[in-house]
């Protein structure tokens, strides 16, 4: 089974900043690489598929990159909507998800 | 629009029986593969289980495997998972989510609000 290890776990930053994470697969996924942007008490929401590819409506200041297995996503200049929790997701073999990372108001 | 409607949550004991429906709307259900998916309070999501769109190919999460059961109606437009010999560890709000195209290896473009399980005496 391929794992996918996020980080950090949380990150405190302001509106405005620049904010990278992380995603590292346990073996090599190629692009099958999505990222999702959860709120709480709210379902996943798609942002990102193929590793760097914009999902229609994402605001363009997200962004990913990456393949085999180091992966990331950066949100160039931090909005309030933005503080969620965000999961990597491969799926080249199965699905899985990774723990999670939530941005936090700093 | 195209809409992910969940029921059949609650409270079931341990060892009990439980059927989720996702009603689809606004899209060619049969077109796309269907997965459901779970998250325990205040933990992340956990991957459940897989279903081609024509209901040919199934996949399950080895936490799940032998107990849950992955089904469409393309007729109804709906996707079921049918969730026997339940334990504490399956209580989780259970989302289901529509692949992005009509391949297995897609991510999951649409999701439903999610339907909580409960597994307690």
């Known amino acids: 089974d391929i794992q996918m290890t996020q980080s950090p776990s949380t990150l405190s930053a302001s509106v405005g900043d620049r904010v990278t994470i992380t995603c590292r697969a346990s073996?090599?996924?190629?692009?099958?690489l999505a990222w999702y942007q959860q709120k709480p008490g709210k379902a996943p929401k798609l942002l990102i598929y193929k590793a760097s590819s914009l999902e229609s409506g994402v605001p363009s200041r997200f962004s990913g990159s990456g393949s085999g297995t180091e992966f990331t996503l950066t949100i160039s200049s931090l909005q309030p909507d933005d503080f969620a929790t965000y999961y990597c997701q491969q799926y080249n073999s199965a699905w899985t998800f990774g723990q999670g990372t939530k941005v936090e108001i700093k | 629009q195209v809409q992910l409607v969940e029921s059949g949550g609650g409270v079931v004991q341990p060892g009990g029986s439980l059927r989720l429906s996702c009603a689809a709307s606004?899209?060619?259900?049969?077109?796309?593969?269907m997965h459901w998916v779970r998250q325990a309070p205040g933990k992340g999501l956990e991957w459940v289980a897989f279903?081609?769109?024509?209901?040919?190919?199934?996949y399950y999460a080895d936490s799940v495997k032998g107990r849950f059961t992955i089904s469409r109606d393309n007729s109804k437009n709906t996707l079921y998972l049918q969730m026997n010999s339940l334990r504490a560890e399956d209580t989780a709000v259970y989302y289901c989510?529509?692949?992005?195209?009509?391949?297995?290896?897609?991510?999951?473009?649409?999701w439903g609000q999610g339907t909580m399980v409960t597994v307690s005496s």
């Open positions: 279903i081609r769109y024509d209901g040919s190919n199934k």
């Open positions: 606004g899209f060619t259900f049969s077109s796309y593969g």
């Open positions: 073996q090599s996924i190629s692009s099958w």
């Open positions: 989510a529509k692949t992005a195209g009509p391949y297995d290896r897609d991510a999951f473009d649409i």
